[in-house]
Antibody, heavy 119, light 108 residues
Framework: EVHLVESGGGLVKPGGSLRLSCAAS????????MNWVRQAPGKGLEWVST????????YYADSVKGRFTTSRDNAKNSLYLQMNSLRVEDTAVYYC????????????WGQGTMVTVSS | EIVLTQSPGTLSLSPGERATLSCRASQSVTSNFLAWFQQKPGQAPRLVIY???TRATGIPDRFSGSGSGTDFTLTISRLESEDFAVYYCQQYGPSPKTFGQGTKVEIK
């Protein structure tokens, strides 16, 4: 069974930084584009970022562009989200999601990690 | 950016009834790259439908998706207790891969 596990969440002050990780197992990781999706408390889902299988192409929501950076290490079956200049409105559960190149749909999701930005 | 508008916001139904959820896009969705997710409180979203009409692995056949272009529908033919949840549509064509605001299916 495919397993995605996010880590790295926590409490950070506005303007601070945090690095999230997503470890994948039972997955041919290099055959999946990877995504970050977040959900603010009591709100809906918001797409944050996508990185292609090779890592050569990355896409970001306007709300995080220039502040967040997605990367991956296919040798370690891992996905990362470097979050800088954090704002109160970045407070959310952050999910990683895997999309096979055959369909591009977000078939597999992690359980999420909570990021709280507060002074 | 494609904006997805889901309706209704809340659907109050009884077990055994039929649920019909709508998702309307502000422009045509590329290659019908439209998915539906189910989310229960405290849980991650679960893929239900992709490609507008293909059920994901393990999804029972009471779930069906239809539509193309800008209008899509998720139908649950006979609601069971485990189906009461929030459902989101998403277009996963060219980025940004936007989500609708969600429809809550609650027990009447």
């Amino acid at each position: 069974e495919v397993h995605l596990v996010e880590s790295g969440g926590g409490l950070v002050k506005p303007g601070g930084s945090l690095r999230l990780s997503c470890a994948a197992s039972k997955l041919n990781f290099s055959s999946y584009s990877m995504n970050w999706v977040r959900q603010a408390p009591g709100k809906g889902l918001e797409w944050v970022s996508t990185i292609t299988t090779s890592g050569n192409d990355k896409y970001y929501a306007d709300s995080v562009k220039g502040r967040f950076t997605t990367s991956r290490d296919n040798a370690k079956n891992s996905l990362y989200l470097q979050m800088n200049s954090l704002r109160v409105e970045d407070t959310a559960v952050y999910y990683c999601a895997a999309a096979p190149i055959a369909t591009d749909a977000f078939h597999f999701w992690g359980q999420g990690t909570m990021v709280t930005v507060s002074s | 950016e494609i904006v997805l508008t889901q309706s209704p916001g809340t659907l109050s139904l009884s077990p055994g009834e039929r649920a019909t959820l709508s998702c309307r896009a502000s422009q045509s969705v590329t290659s019908n790259f439209l998915a539906w997710f189910q989310q229960k409180p405290g849980q991650a979203p679960r893929l239900v439908i992709y490609g507008a009409s293909t059920r994901a692995t393990g999804i029972p056949d009471r779930f069906s998706g239809s539509g193309s272009g800008t209008d899509f529908t998720l139908t649950i033919s006979r609601l069971e207790s485990e189906d009461f949840a929030v459902y989101y549509c998403q277009q996963y064509g060219p980025s940004p891969k936007t989500f609708g605001q969600g429809t809550k299916v609650e027990i009447k």
